[in-house]
């Protein structure tokens, strides 16, 4: 399998865009037998438009999402533009598949069923399953990872959740010319490929506070041991009187060891999003089970920098052992809370991936985005599994 990436920062005539990115391709790569286009842009950019076009232009399937930012592994860090990288080979098989708008029920169903149509569309068995998500309010993205999970017999799932400039109301995926406000995209990927994945969310070793989750529903925690969510975020602090308080807790991850939790594994971590000042309760962007551990830790702006590294470092180690296969791209699911966090350095993310990668030459490219969520395997289970986890805060990494 064989990659290349284009960089356009053009967001408006997207017949210039698309003639920029795909003549830059085709400059660089000859195509295989199957092919797929990814690609992530700024929120306001027209994706319907932009995937037409480019789908028109190559004749295989493009998807993406929209985001905040990009990183990549030439050009570095970009706010406003789009990035698109083609992979391709003879020995490997892409299938994609598009969920529509989802309903309110009947979305997991909806998701498997659209799972088994594209698998049945692939010869070779897939491999790694990437996913570019949607930002519902009530929907949990959980839930899509769990509905792919249960489809594919625990086949790896990566990718992320869309966003624009943190308003939260126009960030999309899409798929060719089709684009969606509550739209699950995603693409199977089989043959010769060799995933291998690496996440991280370094934080301050002190931790504030911890307990056991002793009453939730869904996302909503109301009991931590035998007080009131409030009441234990009470002990880290003032509780701020309003309702939403995802800023108030960017730099306050809460880290989770889930039920199934192994000894080994790395905790998910958890975003604070809303508080239900009458019930005493906190909603999270993420479902949060009972039996759950939780405690709050603190993240610093080097923790960003630690966490970056400690991921490429790790995924590269893991590249070496497949010492008979070449690696072709690494994606990047990287957190917006981190995004916000970086201040006036919003580039060091970039700048690190750029630096570990600097002597890999031009075969193995690196880009990604900034999103309300990251989707990656904590682990592999004995019997093959993935343990398929849907994190906040962190920097995750997929090579293939």
Known sequence: MKSATAVTGEIDDLNIAADELTGDIREKLSFGKSSLGIVFCDADVDVAELGRQLHTRLGFDIVGLTTTA??????????MGIVMTVITGDDVEFTVAESGELPETGYRELIGTKYSQSRSNLKADPKVIFIFAPYIVN?????????????????PVFGGV?????????????HNGN??????????????????????HNFS???????????????MVECVDDVTFKEFLSDFGPVPDEESVIFHYQSTPF????????????????????????????GFLSKMPENSAISINVL????????????????TEK????????YSLIMVSTCNARHLLMGDTKDIEAKILSEKLAGTGESLNAFGFYGFGEMCPTAVLPDGRAKNRFHNCSFAACAI
């Open 319 to 326: 590249m070496r052992q497949n010492e008979n296969y070449e």
């Open 179 to 200: 684009e969606f406000l509550r739209g699950v995209v995603f693409a199977l990927i089989g043959g010769n490929v060799k995933p291998v994945f690496s996440m991280e």
């Open 255 to 282: 880290a989770i060891e889930l039920p199934d939790y192994e000894k080994g594994e790395q905790p998910v971590v958890r975003a604070l999003c809303t508080l239900d000042h009458g019930n005493r309760a906190g």
């Open 70 to 79: 990009t990183i990549e592994k030439t050009s570095g860090y970009g706010d």
């Open 300 to 315: 610093y702006r080097d923790n960003l920098s630690q966490s970056c590294a400690a991921t490429l470092d790790r995924l």
């Open 205 to 219: 070793t002190t931790v504030e506070r911890r307990g056991i989750i002793t009453k939730s529903t869904d996302n």
């Open 139 to 155: 929907i949990t993205s959980e839930n899509y990872l769990e509905a792919l999970s249960e489809a594919s017999g625990g086949l």
């Open 162 to 174: 869309a966003t624009d400039h943190y308003e939260l109301k126009y960030q999309k995926t899409f």
